[in-house]
């Protein structure tokens, strides 16, 4: 469209110029007719003049709307892109290529390389369209304020928003605190320590110094798995806060290793009385420290960075965290607790179940968009931003995926690229090292991620929940490997996969809901640990 206007113009311009030049020829040849047809003629001209104008004008209106319509879409990316590129990352950008070349073994699979660039929905929310469908939201979420609003003025004659539920969730914050404070504290300042001593007196005996860290490594990892998790347990801390410090713990844990891993080499690769590698045993305690902070798993001596923080834009991420937070809180006053509060006490059948696993994926879908957006799209911004971190590709394009093998790829890079820097490489690696019967189990690497993804997963949902019930661990490590192997390009898989992920997440929200209640309503039938791996809801619902 952009290019029909002026294509449009230059044909109505040559036309008029055609039929300007014409008159002028047709008033020479009535000149000799008399006066009153050359001043008909000249009439006539005058009109041709003025409509030649007004054609031109509205011309001109027209290209000026177009240009700025696609000044308004498209400018605010571009000056996203601009802002980004901007940024003094040169040094680090070639510094963080040449390391990962030079630890790049040949044969080895390529390393995750940092670049300068925005997240892709700040990139798409830009545009008018795709700014309409996050404003839907929005109003979506206003339209569920207004509808709990008005049920407390029907029931209790006042406004009264309880937000008894998400106040309950997110109880104890005060020791949730004290344990991070105590996971960060030995994260950063323990954990260097220990490598920087390791890395630059381990030439002396390699040997003992290589097993004496070894055990030592592993039993500060055990521990830092063993004692948040008895703390969590000890002050029976909620669901929300027992998220922040699991989930706080596995990113802990993940930046450990990561640290470990990669700088591992520097160590073991130094010769003694080699002055050169003397300096480079051990990163310096700032690289690692921004390390911590920043929204990447993937550890880096430097990351291209912007030159400046946009504090506002901090505020507009940070806000919408909370917005997603209280939608979550309607979706499941709303949709959920109804539903489920009296299973146990009233009898539910198969028919029932059904209906409460069709009537579970509408917000159970909405609560799995609002987790993508609050976390990995505005939380992981905010603290970009804050850091000045000028990668963002905290995921891609997953909607669009016409396969699930893509999905999982793009659904969440932040973990994705760990998997695939110091498991999926490594296990590869170690492979090619066997030989060629070793390598050929292509599917064992895969296999392995999938193992420690879904056991992550479930680990943080029992101990959140405080009960075992491997729904997640079944379809993660069950269906969504056998997906794996589903492999088309066909746009209508699409479909396929947008079916498959609502009614998994109908299931979950179902079943895990079902659980709860049961837990809440139902007595225990077994004593002591086995009551936490044996699902109440069945037994309280076969002896009902």
Not at 9 to 19: D, E, I
Not at 135 to 162: C, M, R, Y
Not at 335 to 349: A, D, H, I, L, R
């Amino acid at each position: 469209m952009a290019g029909e206007a002026p294509c449009c113009m230059r044909a109505a311009w040559q036309h008029l110029r055609k039929a300007d030049s014409t008159l002028v020829s047709e008033v020479k040849e009535l000149n000799s007719n008399g006066e009153e047809q050359v001043l008909h003629n000249i009439y006539l001209r005058e009109k041709f003049k003025d409509f030649q104008k007004s054609l031109e004008n509205e011309f001109s209106n027209m290209i000026d709307k177009r240009l700025g319509d696609f000044e308004e879409e498209n400018l605010p990316v571009a000056e996203c892109l601009v802002r980004s590129t901007s940024a003094s990352f040169t040094s680090a950008l070639t510094r963080s290529h040449s390391r990962c070349k030079e630890s790049k073994k040949p044969g080895e699979l390529p390393c995750r390389m940092y670049v300068p660039r925005p997240s892709l929905l700040k990139e798409l929310l830009a545009i008018n369209h795709m700014e309409s469908i996050y404003n839907i939201f929005v109003a979506i979420l206003v339209l569920l304020f207004f509808n709990k609003v008005l049920e407390e003025i029907v029931h209790t004659g006042s406004p009264n928003l309880d937000l008894s539920l998400i106040i309950w969730a997110f109880g104890g914050l005060d020791r949730v605190i004290v344990i991070w404070v105590c996971m960060f504290t030995s994260t950063s300042v323990l954990v260097y320590l220990s490598f920087h001593h390791w890395a630059h007196y381990r030439h002396n005996m390699p040997a003992v110094y290589d097993s004496v860290g070894g055990i030592i490594y592993i039993a500060y990892l055990s521990l830092f798995l063993y004692l948040p998790l008895q703390s969590l347990l000890y002050h029976e801390l909620p669901p929300a806060s027992s998220f922040i410090i699991l989930c706080e713990q596995v990113r802990m844990f993940m930046k450990t290793w990561a640290f470990v891993r990669s700088n591992l080499n520097r160590a073991i690769k130094y010769k003694k009385n080699d002055d050169c590698q003397a300096g480079n045993l051990c990163p310096d305690f700032s690289y690692y420290l921004y390390f911590l902070f920043a929204p990447t798993l993937v550890y880096r001596d430097e990351y291209p960075r912007n030159e400046t923080c946009d504090w506002q834009q901090v505020f507009n991420d940070l806000s919408q965290v909370i917005g997603c937070l209280f939608y979550t809180h309607f979706l499941f006053v709303r949709f959920c607790v109804p539903v489920f509060q009296k299973f146990g006490q009233e009898s539910f059948t198969a028919t029932n179940l059904l209906v409460a696993v069709f009537s579970c994926m509408f917000p159970g879908s909405l609560v799995l968009l609002c987790g993508f957006f609050a976390i990995l799209h505005a939380w992981l911004n905010a603290f970009g931003e804050i850091m000045r971190f000028a990668d963002r590709m905290f995921y891609k394009d997953w909607w669009n995926s016409t396969s699930y093998a893509r999905f999982y790829r793009t659904w969440n890079c932040v973990v994705h690229d760990w998997l695939y820097e110091y498991v999926y490489r490594d296990i590869v690696a170690w492979q090619r090292k066997q030989g060629e019967g070793c390598a050929r189990l292509r599917c064992f690497p895969m296999l392995v991620v999938f193992f420690i993804s879904s056991v992550v997963h479930e680990y943080i949902l029992a101990f959140a929940f405080k009960f075992f019930y491997p729904v997640l661990l079944v379809m993660f490590g069950g269906f969504g490997v056998a997906f794996m192997f589903v492999n088309s390009k066909a746009r209508q898989f699409n479909i396929f996969l947008w079916v498959t992920l609502i009614f998994g997440t109908g299931v979950l929200m179902c079943l895990y809901s079902m659980e709860w209640y049961a837990r809440i309503n139902c007595p225990p039938v077994y004593e002591g640990y086995l009551d936490y791996l044996v699902p109440r809801s069945l037994a309280c619902e076969f002896s009902s």
